[in-house]
């Protein structure tokens, strides 16, 4: 038979590139997190199963990235303006209120 040239892991190899414990890397293929297929106690990967994986990891922190710094920009206008209501809200009342000839109180 000849070598399909399909490269596979171990868990164990697995946990040793994504720096973590192969338990880690049990209980993602557990929770359907990174598909593998069982022969008898091990575990085999697929190179693109592992690619997918880390790419949606990958994701996922940046996601989370995000959110945070977008929380913390929103948490640091409240913050400044007070009662929630920001800057912005601020600005466009007084420019709604200057089209139609309004006093406004700032």
């Known amino acids: ?3 399909t040239g399909l490269k596979t892991y171990t868990a164990d190899e ?3 590139i994504c720096q973590c414990h192969t338990q880690t890397i049990r209980k ?3 929770d359907g997190q990174l598909r593998a297929v069982k022969f ?3 575990y085999v990967i697929k190179e693109s ?3 997918d994986f880390m790419h949606r990891i990958e994701n996922m922190q940046l ?3 995000l959110q945070r710094e977008s929380e913390k920009k929103c948490h640091y206008i ?3 303006t007070g009662f929630g ?3 912005l809200h601020y600005k466009a009342v007084n420019e709604f209120a200057e089209v139609l000839g309004l006093k406004t109180e700032n």
């Open 1 to 3: 038979m000849e070598p």
């Open 14 to 16: 697995v946990a040793k």
């Open 28 to 30: 993602y293929i557990k």
């Open 40 to 42: 008898g106690r091990a």
């Open 49 to 51: 199963d592992l690619d």
């Open 63 to 65: 996601q989370a990235s």
């Open 78 to 80: 409240n913050e400044k």
């Open 85 to 87: 209501i920001t800057a």
